[in-house]
């Protein structure tokens, strides 16, 4: 792993990549590593990055000290900004990228989407607003990128009651979303960082098609070869079982999904208009993904 203290970016202006151990952040890395683009990753814990590519250049850094990341921006021509700490300190961490970077990419929410779905008052969206506010506010080139919901979250939701007894209980069942693919998400990120063009650009991504919760249970079950069960949970319950510090997080996807039940979810093809192909569906995330709802690397044999 080549680190600032033994490597610099001798061979072209570098891409920062913050977030760069996470789900997207470390997709986004993977993705420019194989096209050779040049990648300094900014971690919070050097030994996070252990698991990188060794020709990624890491750099020890966080966003809530923003002094820190005077050493990951010398040589900077772009930014991929993931926010992942309080809004304090955002204003001195965006003057400080916008001083170096020539552009920012920022993976933000469809907030100003005219959908109920991404219409309801949330705290992530408040600061995904003013994060975007200040990054405009500095002049420097952007573009906003706004994944939907991921399909990935059947992951945290479902697993357990998969690999218990197949029945999934959970509230509105009938509200639709349109899952997209989190590689699908890192494949437009790292299109726009190796591109020089999408200043001002403001991208919703989506996957290609709105299915209702219970739909994306069955889809799990064709995809495993299982029978698997939906059952409705009132509200009320499901806010019960969450953790208090989930209560937020709750309250919001609780508003999100009674707001879009009876109307198709919001969907774009953004992907395949950036990518040239179409964008991956459910059913091929689940079925890509399905040893990990079952644990077994044969699921349906």
């Known amino acids: 792993m080549a680190t600032m203290e033994d490597t610099t970016s001798t061979q072209g202006s570098a891409v920062l990549v913050t977030g760069a151990t996470g789900r997207i952040g470390r997709a986004v890395v993977d993705q420019l590593t194989e096209t050779g683009t040049p990648i300094r990753a900014l971690v919070r814990r050097p030994e996070s ?20 990341l005077d050493a990951a921006l010398p040589g900077i021509d772009t930014v991929f900004l993931v926010w992942t700490a309080p809004p304090q300190t955002a204003p001195a961490v965006v ?18 989407t005219p959908h109920p779905f991404f219409q309801q008052p949330n705290p992530m969206a408040a600061l995904h607003a003013e994060v975007e506010r200040l990054i405009a506010a500095t002049g420097v080139d ?24 197949g029945v999934v209980r959970w509230p509105y069942g009938a509200a639709e ?33 709105s299915l209702t919760q219970a739909d994306q249970v069955r889809v799990i079950g064709d995809a495993l070869g299982r029978q698997l069960t939906f059952e409705e949970m009132s509200p009320d319950e499901f806010r019960r079982q969450a953790p208090e510090a989930a209560r937020p997080a709750v309250d919001m996807l609780l508003a999100a999904w009674n707001a879009a039940t009876g109307r198709p979810a919001y969907v774009t093809s953004t992907v395949s208009d950036l ?8 059913h091929q ?17």
């Open 49 to 68: 990055a252990a698991t990188l590519p060794a020709t990624v250049e890491t750099v020890t850094g966080d966003l809530t000290v923003p002094e820190s």
């Open 95 to 112: 003057d400080r990228l916008a001083a170096h970077a020539q552009r920012i990419v920022y993976l933000s929410a469809p907030h100003r």
């Open 142 to 165: 952007s573009t906003i990128v706004r994944p939907g919901m991921f399909a990935s979250n059947a992951l945290s939701w479902w697993t357990a009651a998969i690999r218990a007894d």
């Open 177 to 209: 979303t349109a899952p997209v693919d989190d590689r699908d998400v890192a494949e437009v990120i790292a299109h726009i960082l190796r591109d020089g063009g999408h200043a001002g650009g403001d991208h919703v991504l989506t996957g290609p098609e």
């Open 275 to 282: 990518l040239g192909r179409p964008a991956r569906t459910f």
């Open 285 to 301: 995330w689940v079925t890509d993904h399905a040893t990990s709802f079952t644990g077994d690397p044969h699921p349906t044999e």
